[in-house]
Each structure stands twice: as C-alpha cells, then as structure tokens.
C-alpha cells in the first residue's frame, strides 16, 4: 500500500525569522509576561490595525474574557452572540456568571444576522432587561456585517465586542478586522492565520480600557512598592518569548494572507462548478482573510454527506473538519434561549473546512481537489488511499 503524507487543516507555519527572533528573547533573558518583544508585537499589531494600543494575552478567550469584563458583563447578565462559532466565544460568556443568548447567522455570510439582533434586541426592551453585551463573531476571517449590527446596539445602547479571533487581516468595508465595536478580540493559536504558539490580542480605540486591560491582565496590582490589589485580576498576560514568534508572523502577514487566498480561489475554481458543492460566500462588504476555506455538500446532488466525504478525505490521509457545531446544539448550552438557529444548524450539517494552511503546496491542494472530484466519479475511496491527476484526464466531464 502506497503511503502519501498527511495533509493538515491548518498547521503552524513558521520560518526562520520567528526562530531568530525567539531566540534573541532567550538570550536576552527577557523570560517573562514582559519584555521588548512583547512591548514591540503589541506597537506592530496596534500599527497594523491602525489602532492606538493592544494588550497581548494568553489566549483569544482571555481577550474576550477581559473585554466583557471591562464593557461591564456580570453574573445574570445576558450577552448576545452567534451560535455559530468556536465555544470559547459563549464559555467567555459564562466566566462572568452572565448567559449567552444565541442568534442564527444568515445564509449569504455565515455571521451574526443583523435583522435577528434587531428582533431580540427588540424583544429584550419590550421585556424590560436589554442584554449588557453583544459578541459578533468574525467566522472563518469573514467579517460580520458590522454597520447592521452596530446600528442595532447603538439603536439601544448595548455595547458590542467583537470575536475577530478567526479574522486577523480581514477586512470590513476596507477597514481591517479588529476596528469595528467596543473591543476586538484575536487568538494566535496554532492553527490560526498566525500563531504564537498559543496566545491572544485586546485591542479597543477607547486607550482607558487598553490600560484597564493591561492592569486586570497582570492580576490587577496597583501602583505601589509592596503587592497592592483593590480588586480581583487575571494572570493572563502573554509571555515575551511566544510575543517574539508572534512578531515573527505578524511580519509575514501579507505573504500569509496571499497563500490562504490562493487556496480559497483554487477551490473556488475546481470545486465551486462540482454539482452538490458550494464555497462560503465572501460577502459584498469586504475581504475574508481566508483563515480556512468551507464547502457545504448537498447529499442529494453531490451523492454523499458531508461525514461520508470527510471519511473519505480521510482515508486520504486528509484532514477536513465539520463547520462548527452551532452553540445551541450544544449540550453544554442546553436551556440558553436561541432566536433562530436552522441556518447555522444546516451549515453545521452540511459544512466542511477543507486544508487551508498557508504552507499548503500546489500539489496538496490537487490532491485535495482531486479526491472530492474522485468520489463523484467512483462514489467510493481509491483503493490504495492515493490520488492522482490522471483522473482529470480521463474523464474531463468533472472538472
Ligand atoms: C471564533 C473563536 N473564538 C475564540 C477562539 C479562542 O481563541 P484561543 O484558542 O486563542 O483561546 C477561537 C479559536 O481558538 C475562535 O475560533
């Protein structure tokens, strides 16, 4: 049996800068949750953004854990989000003691639905107990449709935070991702468009709330020689040594964000025509940073499920992942109330993320393409789990 190698969703992918610059870290024994790498990611990343100031955290949860903090969110509250997306947007939530309350996404976008927020915004007023937050979420680098969505939250005075974890280089209406709402928050985890090996950024252009951040991030010590605290903190500021990779990347972002792109035209191109297959749209109003590229697989025109042609990318030695599983499907959100939902519960159904790295080769996005193509022709996996191009040759009525 042939083996070939395995193709991953979305590995790291880092070169000889980010190793450069972390061992200048290390040498210069800044080991710690500060020090001049961490000084500088954070000035680049604010620069990058065209944002005053960004706190950098140890993960995209804290971000977001900080921001609802600081716009306010306690126990009780309820917050509004998308119940499209990763968990760690509603587990945010809870943190506090505060409810999440989830909102379908709309078709065209796969984001928050601005017409839902309005309705449930609606409702809340009517009921007398507006929401104290709202969290869009930027899905897979597309960015929510924001001047709906804020017109909404300013209409009642509901602040909004964004989850722009998934979206870094993004942009909405031709301002980058990160802009848009109270706070934004981004996640440098390893599969994300750059990592730190784990990690995360705050920014806001309100500069008080980036100094709050900052202090609450470093267990909240107040100014003073001995160990001063007035209220609780976090210990969650990133450590100097992953800021040093993260500055590595965020250095090669343009190069990242071109790659991500290539794959998501190439798919666009090869899959976009195959009957049963569609690719997320990229909406109207900006640019996705392509972070990963989705499929949905329709059963009845393609001629399989999205599970069964998972399997058969994996047989393939492919890795591809189901679109989230919407937060109200989930167990752990059982009895959060839900406006909506079957948009976001047939995107999860039907929804495949397909290899999208930025150090995907030309030769792995063939092999991807054409082991989807492969099913249609044979419905079945290739005996040997490999795939070749010969199949487009011989039947060119699959392309
Ligand atoms: C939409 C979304 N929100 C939040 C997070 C959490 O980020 P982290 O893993 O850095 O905590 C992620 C990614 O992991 C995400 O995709």
Same mark, same amino acid.
């Given at each position: 049996m042939t083996t070939v190698n395995r193709i991953y969703l979305s590995p790291p992918h880092v070169g000889a800068e980010e190793r450069r610059l972390l061992l200048e870290a290390f040498e210069s024994n800044? $080991? *710690?949750?500060?020090g001049p790498h961490l000084d500088r990611f954070e000035q680049e990343f604010a620069e990058r953004l065209g944002m005053p100031g960004a706190v950098a955290v140890s993960s995209g949860t804290a971000a977001l854990h900080l921001a609802l903090h600081i716009v306010g969110v306690a126990r009780h509250d309820e917050v509004l989000t998308s119940t499209?997306?990763? %968990?760690a947007t509603a587990n945010a939530i809870t943190y506090l003691g505060a409810r999440p309350v989830f909102l379908d996404s709309t078709a *065209?976008?796969?984001?928050?639905?601005p017409g839902l927020l309005e309705e449930e915004l609606e409702a809340c007023a009517r009921r007398g107990r507006l929401p104290k937050a709202v969290m869009a979420v930027d899905l897979y680098g597309q960015c929510a449709d924001y001047d709906k969505l804020l017109d909404a939250c300013r209409k009642f005075e509901v602040p909004l935070i964004a989850d722009a974890s998934e979206a870094l280089g993004a942009t909405y209406r031709g301002e980058p991702a990160g802009r848009f709402g109270e706070m934004a928050a981004f996640s440098f985890n390893?599969?994300? $468009? $750059?990592?730190?090996g784990g990690g995360g950024m705050l920014v806001s252009k309100r500069v008080e709330w980036m100094a709050r951040a900052r202090y609450l991030a470093t267990q %909240?010590?107040?100014? %003073?020689?001995?160990?001063?605290?007035s209220e609780i903190g976090f210990n969650y500021r990133m450590s100097n040594l992953l800021a040093a990779v993260g500055l590595g990347q965020l250095r090669s972002l343009d190069r990242l964000l071109a790659q991500r792109r290539g794959h998501n035209e190439y798919y666009r191109r090869h899959l976009g025509s195959l009957p049963g297959i569609d690719v997320m749209p990229e909406a109207s109003y900006g640019r996705s940073n392509c972070w990963l590229t989705c499929i949905t697989v329709d059963p009845n025109r393609f001629g399989a499920t999205r599970e069964t042609l998972r399997q058969h990318l994996e047989m393939s030695n492919i890795e591809s992942r189901p679109v989230w599983k919407p937060m109200h499907l989930q167990p752990a959100f059982a009895g959060c109330r839900v406006r909506g939902g079957a948009v976001a519960a047939r995107l999860f159904e039907r929804g495949l993320c397909l290899p999208s790295g930025s150090s995907l080769t030309e030769k792995d996005r063939e092999r991807v393409v054409d082991a989807i193509e492969m099913w249609r022709e044979w419905g079945r996996p290739h005996p040997d789990g490999t795939v070749s191009r010969s199949v487009h040759s011989a039947n060119p009525s699959i392309l």
């Open positions: 800044w $080991i *710690a949750p500060v499209l997306t990763f %968990a *065209a976008t796969w984001t928050m639905d390893g599969n994300k $468009i $750059i990592t730190s %909240a010590r107040d100014p %003073a020689p001995h160990y001063q605290h």
